[in-house]
């Protein structure tokens, strides 16, 4: 893998942040995925030298997440976890601003959105196979159950990648190193953790209602071959959402931006810059 970009950490909030930075141009601020092993790197790494040609990229590794620190709060998740990028981007300069999400980065866009006021600055946004697990198949069980070791770490991966051809022992090596550094499984475990009674079923429909009045102009990349989401996901979103757009792979199942990179890039920076 090529180092298009810089390596940069520093302190957020009294919290170690790392973060991946290339280009010049508009900002663009690119999300990683949910699953265990995945950052910045993991995620963006073959695709920001691309996007740095147009745009200066900002891709963060989000609480809990690579080198990130390895935190998860109970009361707020996602709310932390997006109040922590908006001081990152105060930090970095980074104003309103262009966001695209992978998966569960995706899924933190949207939950932004909804929210007034947002605590990302978002000009425009794409979500990559991302849908705040509104639309996700019997097959998210098989990501979220993860043990460490690296038979299950290629198990995981294939849930992500079309053609096997990516599925490198450097890059189930990589990700599998991260999915057991320290911190890293129970921060992201924590998730799975619900108290007796909670009812999750209002909570998508308080949500689903949100995006209705989403006005943040919207991108949906989804992919013939996602085993992650239901087939006609991404139809349904963009009934949802007013005036959102989508945009179909052909040939990837949960990680175009890797499978299909030059389309990817071609795609997201028209739509962006239009």
């Not at 949910?34 to 920001?48: H, K, R």
């Not at 745009?55 to 989000?62: K, N």
């Not at 949802?240 to 389309?263: K, L, N, W």
């Amino acid at each position: 893998m090529s180092q298009d970009f810089q390596h940069r950490t520093l302190r957020v909030g009294g919290i170690e942040t790392h973060y991946l930075e290339a280009g010049e141009g508009p900002d663009l601020v690119l999300l990683h995925g949910g699953e265990y092993g995945a950052s910045a790197e993991a995620t963006w790494g073959p695709t920001i030298g691309k996007l740095a040609e147009t745009f200066r990229v900002v891709s963060p590794d989000m609480l809990g997440y690579g080198r990130t620190a390895k935190i998860y709060s109970f009361s707020d998740p996602s709310g932390f976890r997006m109040t922590h990028l908006a001081q990152l981007m105060e930090v970095v300069g980074v104003g309103e601003a262009f966001f695209a999400g992978n998966s569960a980065g995706g899924g933190t866009l949207l939950r932004s959105a909804v929210r007034n006021p947002s605590p990302l600055k978002m000009k425009k946004m794409v979500t990559i196979c991302g849908n705040a697990g509104v639309f996700k198949s019997e097959s998210q069980a098989d990501l979220e159950e993860y043990t460490p070791s690296m038979e299950n770490m290629r198990k995981l991966l294939k849930l992500l990648f079309h053609d096997e051809k990516w599925l490198t022992p450097e890059c189930v090596e990589a990700r599998y190193a991260d999915s057991i550094a320290p911190g890293a499984w129970e921060a992201l475990s924590a998730a799975r953790l619900k108290r007796p009674g909670l009812e999750r079923g209002s909570t998508i429909e308080a949500f689903v209602r949100g995006l209705s009045g989403v006005e943040v102009p919207l991108l949906i990349m989804s992919c013939d071959h996602d085993p992650l989401n239901q087939p006609d996901w991404d139809e349904r979103l963009q009934r949802i959402v007013p005036g959102s757009r989508v945009y179909r792979f052909r040939d990837s199942a949960h990680e175009p931006q890797i499978e299909e990179r030059d389309t990817f890039v071609e795609v997201v920076a028209d739509f962006l810059l239009s």
